[in-house]
């Protein structure tokens, strides 16, 4: 099988055909349709995961069909159409295995960084960590929904999101749309804060009432004069300072959830925090109940991500023009 392999960090990856790996206990074996580019294949080959296991396979946005079942395995069956995420495996055991969220365990195994992913024609995966794909969607077009989709469905409910909230996105790239997307088809109502006005109109189209211009006005300063605040300020721009610009702009009891950011610390005002009991999070993905919920909110709203179908050869190309900041629509690799 063609694969892609990433050997060592700043080093392209290598293309190579392999055997097709045979699933063992537990595991099956998914011959890929499509493997959406994440920031999180470049983080890997910029040495941004200590953990990693080169030589590695990247890629945790995959749709396939099950080909193969391993040893003991009776779901889900050969033929049934599913996706993969960046959460491959968990311990378990631990109490939040045991409680469904297995993303927080202390021994879970991520894909594409410590096990084999999806820049290859085939990939052996666990079984329980595979999300069967909701009838009729796309597995080209729902491959990015297993981590953009994900990290912006979960983002929001891990900050508390409702039908009367209203939700400020920083940021409207990929998780950053599908965030404005998802809110709005929760009931919430919606502003954007972007860097110019540029993002004006299509924030509107996608359903936002207020359009904030960091260029222009202050953020936190805007959000207030919304109706008292935001009360979830969900921030996909990969700034942590965009994100503590806007921090006071929360109502009481407010959540700031991050899922972009940079490398510099976050720094927030204590007093205005304590005042209003104000909070912050960084959400890491979700667990495969976040994951059926996102694919089964997804279907059910028809919300899926503008993509543009590349081929496994052009991945390092789509890595370079990501690490450039021009990565434009998501890059998704598809095995014809
Ligand atoms: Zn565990
Ligand atoms: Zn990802």
């Given at each position: ?165 209203r939700v ?16 709005v088809?929760?009931?919430a109502r919606v502003a954007v ?10 924030a509107r189209?996608?359903g936002a009432e207020r359009f ?14 919304w109706d ?109």
């Amino acid at each position: 099988m063609f694969t892609a392999v990433a050997t060592a960090v700043d080093e392209p990856l290598a293309f190579t055909e392999r055997e097709v790996p045979e699933p063992g206990q537990g595991e099956v074996l998914v011959k890929i349709i499509a493997c959406g580019v994440c920031h999180t294949d470049l983080d890997l080959l910029q040495g941004h995961w200590p953990i990693a296991r080169f030589p590695v396979v990247p890629g945790h946005e995959i749709t396939g069909v099950v080909a193969a079942a391993g040893p003991g395995v009776s779901w889900p069956e050969v033929g049934t159409s599913v996706g993969a995420q960046f959460l491959g495996d968990s311990c378990r055991r631990c109490d939040h295995c045991v409680r469904g969220e297995q993303i927080l365990c202390p021994r879970k195994r991520i894909t594409g960084i410590v096990m084999d992913g999806g820049y290859a024609e085939y990939a052996v995966l666990k079984a329980d960590f595979v999300t069967p794909l909701p009838q009729g969607l796309d597995p080209v077009a729902a491959a990015p929904l297993m981590c953009a989709g994900l990290t912006a469905f979960n983002g929001l409910r891990q900050g508390g999101i409702t039908a009367t909230s209203r939700v400020a996105v920083i940021g409207a790239g990929g998780v950053g749309s599908l965030a404005i997307r998802y809110a709005v088809a929760m009931g919430a109502r919606v502003a954007v804060i972007g860097r110019s006005d540029r993002g004006e109109a299509a924030a509107r189209e996608m359903g936002a009432e207020r359009f904030i211009a960091t260029q222009d006005s202050d953020p936190a300063e805007a959000l207030k004069a919304w109706d008292g605040g935001a009360n979830l300020i969900f921030n996909a721009a990969p700034s942590t300072s965009a994100a503590a610009a806007a921090f006071t702009g929360l109502a009481p009891d407010g959540t700031l959830v991050l899922v972009g950011y940079g490398p510099e610390p976050l720094t927030l005002p204590t007093r205005p925090m304590a005042l209003n009991r104000l909070h912050a999070m960084i959400n890491p993905s979700g667990s495969p109940h976040d994951m059926r919920d996102t694919l089964a909110f997804s279907a059910a709203h028809d919300i899926l991500p503008e993509f543009t179908s590349i081929g496994l050869r052009d991945a390092n190309a789509a890595l370079a023009a990501m690490a450039r900041g021009h990565a434009g629509k998501r890059s998704v690799i598809t095995f014809g």
